[in-house]
T-cell receptor
């Protein structure tokens, strides 16, 4: 069964600090991995997408890494801001399939 | 341009009642997905529409759930005889074309069944 596991489930950080979120997956065959940000009461919005051959991808203060051999990804948030408070969802696509496998998300709370 | 919209944004209903949820995709997007998001869980695939092809209904949890879409326009998700376990956020996403990578999500409909 294709699974996506995220950790931690939630975390609280002070404004200006960095944090790293983890994603482990068993999806196979792998096509790509995407990180989404979901603000409270909103739909998810794509942050980054990485294919098998990509190790890292940045979007502003967000940097995602991918190790396709160990099937692990991380999302690093640098110099956090209050607006980073959201749920971050790891999503993996199976090759040649329109269905996606979603992690349960990590809820990040940034405090002043 | 306008994004994906969903209505109602919130719906409270009594057990046993029918509800209809609406999704307006981005104009020109050929594919449309419905998902269910329960608290603390990942998005659960419900149904997939692609153009005029037969929809993939494999994710619908029971025959109380049904969805329709006419061409590449509005879609409705109907839940009949609602149960308390149907309480969740129902999200709709549209995609520019078949095989397109980015899903554009609506804000969701929060359904509470009392």
């Amino acid at each position: 069964k294709n699974q996506v596991e995220q950790s931690p489930q939630s975390l609280i950080i002070l404004e200006g600090k960095n944090c790293t979120l983890q994603c482990n997956y068993t999806v196979s065959p792998f096509s790509n991995l995407r990180w989404y940000k979901q603000d409270t009461g909103r739909g998810p919005v794509s942050l980054t997408i990485m294919t098998f051959s990509e190790n890292t991808k940045s979007n502003g203060r967000y940097t995602a890494t991918l190790d396709a051999d160990t099937k692990q990804s991380s999302l690093h948030i640098t110099a956090s801001q209050l607006s980073d408070s959201a749920s971050y969802i790891c999503v993996v696509r199976v090759y040649n399939d329109y269905k996606l496998s979603f992690g349960a998300g990590t809820t990040v709370t940034v405090r002043a | 341009g306008a994004g994906v919209s969903q209505s109602p944004s919130n719906k409270v209903t009594e057990k046993g009642k029918d509800v209809e949820l609406r999704c307006d995709p981005i104009s020109g997007h050929t594919a449309l997905y419905w998902y269910r998001q329960r608290l603390g869980q990942g998005l659960e695939f419900l149904i997939y529409f692609q153009g005029n092809s037969a929809p993939d209904k494999s994710g619908l949890p029971s025959d109380r759930f049904s969805a329709e879409r006419t061409g590449e326009s509005v879609s409705t998700l109907t839940i009949q005889r609602t149960q308390q376990e149907d309480s969740a956020v129902y999200l709709c996403a549209s995609v520019p074309y078949s095989g397109g990578e980015t899903q554009y999500f609506g804000p969701g409909t929060r359904l509470l069944v009392l």
